[in-house]
């Protein structure tokens, strides 16, 4: 680490992942007892019993499944063109069992209809931080100064990566305050790429490194304390 | 099905009591709600037995209810999704054939601020499933003496099966958490055993 890095500890987290289909799967849905089956037999250790499932449909593009996990705030909906997992207390249950839910999802997808392939990866990843020995408005000056002509404001940073080719991968990263909370930042990071570079049981690791990476890039680097 | 069967019974103000006197008082639907929790509401025989729902046990940290309770199965889903407790341990009560989980407020802070509350809660579900004669779980945060007095998440089992059992018992538990959680995570949780 460079000593212009800012060295973050995580207080809260959450990810919300979206892998999307090659093509649609209306046969998910379309007789959805074989997906009822294989998410309670490979999300059961998650706790996943009858009652966290249910079919919710207004339209068919809202068509979906949804299977919740409310001891773990995690709620999964598998829709016709895409399944969609949020982790809302990330922090809580830690990495390695957010990677054992999306690859038990999957799973249990892929079991219910072979034919499901999938395209590409989403990941939003929300945090809020502790800037150890620094704060805010001092990070924020690193990226950018405000107009005198404003006065005392406080600032914020947003990063946009340009893909030029299609199904190239992605990241932004938005620096954001903590409103009151001059120590603290708020950290988001997005980002694309396609299922043909990474595969399912490495998404968890590429998720990983190319979030430090990308801090890295700008200046700051995450800590961890305890056993996480 | 008779002519003048109703799912349910119309609601008068002779059923609902003398005090029902206009639309703003609302104590009749309370009492109505008594009722109806208790058991009374003549209800059909085929809904009565449809609707209310399985024997469930209900466990408390401090007050631990032991006799098995009649109530509405709507409730039942709800408590089976965890139920808070004056005495900080999260309750966890299940159909009868479940055994009953306490996790200690220590334990669930431990493994929400470290991020294993993940695989505690794999860790209580593979116990919850595999234990047929697992009567009671406790969880607790504990420090091991072989380990520096390192924090470690405890879970309790307290059984009526015989030695041999447990020992079968056990073996299957180890092969579940070494598939089921990360290697990271397991060094923090441990599993004993008692007898009844």
Not at chain 1, 116 to 125: K, P, Q
Not at chain 1, 137 to 154: F, H, K, T
Not at chain 2, 126 to 139: A, C, D, E, I
Request: glycine letters at 8%.
């Amino acid at each position: 680490m460079s000593v212009e890095h800012a060295l973050l500890k995580p207080i809260r987290s959450e990810l919300h992942y979206r892998g999307v289909y090659g093509d649609n799967a209306f046969e998910l849905l379309g007789a959805p007892v074989p997906l009822y089956r294989s998410l309670v037999t490979h999300l059961g250790p998650f706790g996943v019993t009858l009652q966290n499932l249910k079919f919710e449909s207004s339209g068919l593009a809202d068509s979906h499944v949804s299977c919740g996990l409310p001891e773990l705030n995690v709620g999964i909906r598998v829709r016709v063109d895409r399944v969609e997992i949020d982790f809302w207390r990330l922090h809580e249950i830690g990495a390695d069992s957010a990677d054992r839910i999306v690859l038990a999802t999957w799973t249990a997808v892929r079991e219910a209809s072979d034919s499901v392939g999938i395209a590409s990866h989403f990941v939003d990843l929300i945090m809020i931080a502790e800037i150890l020995g620094g704060n805010c408005s001092a990070l924020m000056n690193r990226y950018v100064m405000p107009p005198e002509q404003l006065g005392v404001v406080d600032t914020g940073v947003a990063f946009y990566s340009r893909p030029v080719e299609k199904d190239q991968q992605w990241v932004d990263v938005v620096l954001d305050r903590v409103f009151g909370q001059d120590s603290q930042l708020f950290v988001k990071v997005t980002m694309g790429f396609s299922a043909a570079e990474v595969a399912i049981d490495a998404l968890a690791l590429h998720v990983g490194t190319i979030t430090n990476t990308t801090l890295d890039r700008v200046g700051l680097q995450l800590g961890t304390d305890g056993p996480k | 099905m008779p002519a003048d069967w109703q799912p349910y019974p119309a609601l008068t103000p002779q059923r609902l009591g003398a005090s029902r006197s206009g639309a703003s008082d609302l104590s009749w639907l309370a009492r109505s709600q008594e009722r109806a929790n208790v058991g009374t509401w003549p209800l059909p025989g085929a809904v009565a037995r449809t609707s209310l729902g399985a024997l469930i046990s209900l466990g408390s940290g401090a007050n631990r209810v032991t006799e098995f309770q009649r109530i509405p199965l709507s409730v039942d889903l709800a408590l089976t999704a965890g139920v808070g407790s004056q005495s900080g341990r999260s309750q966890f009560a299940h159909v009868q054939l479940e055994p009953t989980v306490s996790i200690s407020g220590e334990a669930a802070c431990f493994a929400r601020d470290h991020g294993l509350w993940g695989s505690l809660v794999v860790m209580k579900a593979l116990v919850v499933r595999g234990g047929h004669r697992v009567v009671t779980v406790n969880v607790d945060l504990l420090s091991d003496p072989e380990a520096r007095g390192r924090s470690v998440i405890c879970f309790s089992l307290r059984s009526s099966g015989s030695i041999l059992d447990l020992l079968n018992y056990d073996e299957r538990l180890r092969d579940l958490v070494y598939d089921e959680v990360s290697a990271a995570d397991r060094p923090y949780f441990a599993i004993r055993f008692e007898f009844d």
